[in-house]
């Protein structure tokens, strides 16, 4: 009743809400972090619209991944017809690939939570570029010098590749050539989320995937939405690869874990003008330098209050103003996504509900097929 009373108040002032958000400005970032009852603080990692700790560069810097606007971005294709993900899909090639993941994904997290938040920017960013085919993970050669892992965005935040190859190989011993990388990394972000969650966002994960063979850094430049994007841009850019405006509120809640460098956001702390509650900007200037440079680029964690779980609280904190970047301070700037943002904020659970959807329904982008697919022996590298 206490939850619904609130609600209807802030319902109310939705309009105030909206209209004091001013528009967009340079800097934001998306990640992920650990299991709920591991209570370690996230070392230095990444934050981008998944969350990614390394600096990034100034609009200016990265004008190649602006050049083309997001409505000009060429639509994802649906799933060919000839591509079906299911449920269960290695129940018989491969009973225990799924277990095998988990397992892998557990251990790493125990070690180090904050791989959590890597494996679920690894599944959106695998995602967003050339599709769930984990052209992500390949390894630069002579051929391809600058493949998708090496692009901006990517290096060097992105983390999480080690637990991939330790499922992998595993796998591998059990079921040879039956597991795509591609489903590994999808398992990977599901079970990450289940463990960072406490078991409440556990979902099914259709499978089916194959691995792609192209991999280039432009692309990643192109498609994945920077932290400095406005509202308008970040719905065209997930427009392009058919999700909606919910999607981008949705999993936008991602941000609730996750580290990020002080590169990221100081162009929203003072004298710059922004919104930010001013005694959350004053913390922030406390621990990052004025002008953040490689040798001294500290990390902050992107929700103060429980940087270590997956929840709502970053609803709060967005609804409070206490949110790093400028991607993150978009979602106030229209009354359709402010409303979003107060319904998650406030119905935790039909929010986990709509997280693990958005997950799946994100994680069928782009499916390769046997045209242009393959299952990897190794997941760095394409088969001869």
Same mark, same amino acid.
């Given at each position: 009743?206490?939850?619904?009373?609130?609600?209807?108040?802030?319902?109310?002032?939705?309009?105030?809400?909206?209209s004091?958000?001013?528009?967009?400005?340079?800097?934001?970032?998306?990640?992920?972090?650990?299991?709920?009852?591991?209570?370690?603080?996230?070392?230095?990692?990444?934050?981008?619209?998944?969350?990614?700790?390394?600096?990034?560069?100034?609009?200016?810097?990265?004008?190649?991944?602006?050049?083309?606007?997001?409505?000009?971005?060429?639509?994802?294709?649906?799933?060919?017809?000839?591509?079906?993900?299911?449920v269960g899909?290695?129940?018989?090639?491969?009973?225990?690939?799924?277990?095998?993941?988990?397992?892998?994904?557990?251990?790493?997290?125990?070690?180090?939570?904050v791989?959590?938040?890597? =494996?679920?920017?690894?599944h959106?960013?695998?995602?967003?570029?050339?599709?769930?085919?984990?052209?992500?993970?390949?390894?630069?050669?002579?051929?391809?010098?600058?493949?998708?892992?090496?692009?901006?965005?990517?290096?060097?935040?992105?983390?999480?590749?080690?637990?991939?190859?330790?499922?992998?190989?595993?796998?591998?011993?059990?079921?040879?050539?039956?597991?795509?990388?591609?489903?590994?990394?999808?398992?990977?972000s599901?079970?990450?989320?289940?463990?960072?969650?406490?078991?409440?966002?556990?979902?099914?994960?259709?499978?089916?995937?194959?691995?792609?063979?192209?991999?280039?850094?432009?692309?990643?430049?192109?498609?994945?939405?920077?932290?400095?994007?406005?509202?308008?841009?970040?719905?065209?850019?997930?427009?392009?690869?058919?999700?909606?405006?919910?999607?981008?509120?949705? =999993?936008?809640?991602?941000?609730?874990?996750?580290?990020?460098?002080?590169?990221?956001?100081?162009?929203?702390?003072?004298?710059?003008?922004?919104?930010?509650?001013?005694?959350?900007?004053t913390?922030?200037?406390?621990?990052?330098?004025?002008?953040?440079?490689?040798?001294?680029?500290?990390?902050?964690?992107?929700?103060?209050?429980?940087?270590?779980?997956?929840?709502?609280?970053?609803?709060?904190? =967005?609804?409070?103003?206490?949110?790093?970047?400028?991607?993150?301070?978009?979602?106030?700037?229209?009354?359709?996504?402010?409303?979003?943002?107060?319904?998650?904020?406030?119905?935790?659970?039909r929010?986990?509900?709509k997280?693990?959807?958005a997950?799946?329904?994100?994680?069928?982008?782009?499916?390769?097929?046997?045209?242009?697919?393959?299952?990897?022996?190794?997941?760095?590298?394409?088969?001869?």
């Amino acid at each position: 009743m206490a939850n619904t009373l609130a609600i209807v108040i802030l319902f109310a002032s939705l309009g105030a809400v909206a209209s004091q958000a001013p528009a967009a400005a340079p800097t934001e970032s998306f990640q992920g972090s650990s299991p709920s009852d591991i209570s370690s603080p996230p070392a230095a990692a990444p934050s981008d619209i998944f969350g990614s700790s390394a600096p990034i560069p100034s609009p200016e810097s990265s004008a190649p991944s602006t050049s083309t606007p997001p409505s000009a971005m060429s639509p994802t294709p649906p799933p060919s017809a000839g591509t079906k993900l299911r449920v269960g899909f290695y129940k018989r090639s491969c009973p225990r690939a799924e277990k095998i993941v988990r397992a892998a994904v557990w251990k790493a997290l125990s070690k180090s939570p904050v791989i959590g938040a890597g =494996l679920i920017r690894l599944h959106f960013h695998d995602c967003f570029v050339q599709g769930c085919d984990a052209s992500i993970l390949l390894d630069p050669t002579a051929a391809n010098p600058q493949p998708e892992k090496l692009s901006p965005p990517n290096f060097p935040s992105l983390r999480g590749f080690e637990v991939i190859d330790a499922a992998k190989k595993a796998v591998e011993k059990v079921c040879p050539g039956k597991v795509s990388c591609a489903d590994i990394i999808a398992f990977a972000s599901r079970d990450a989320s289940s463990i960072l969650s406490s078991g409440r966002i556990n979902f099914r994960m259709p499978a089916g995937r194959l691995d792609g063979r192209v991999s280039l850094s432009g692309e990643a430049l192109q498609f994945l939405p920077p932290p400095f994007f406005n509202l308008s841009q970040l719905i065209g850019s997930f427009k392009a690869k058919n999700l909606d405006v919910d999607d981008l509120v949705v =999993l936008s809640g991602a941000h609730t874990i996750g580290v990020s460098h002080c590169s990221s956001f100081t162009d929203r702390l003072p004298p710059n003008p922004s919104n930010m509650n001013p005694a959350f900007a004053t913390m922030l200037q406390r621990k990052c330098p004025t002008s953040p440079n490689i040798t001294n680029d500290p990390t902050m964690v992107q929700d103060i209050v429980t940087p270590n779980r997956l929840d709502t609280r970053y609803y709060t904190n =967005l609804l409070r103003h206490n949110v790093l970047f400028t991607s993150d301070a978009a979602l106030l700037t229209s009354r359709r996504t402010t409303r979003k943002v107060l319904q998650n904020a406030f119905i935790p659970r039909r929010w986990d509900r709509k997280f693990a959807t958005a997950m799946v329904k994100m994680a069928a982008i782009e499916i390769k097929t046997a045209s242009n697919g393959e299952i990897r022996n190794m997941c760095r590298v394409v088969n001869n």
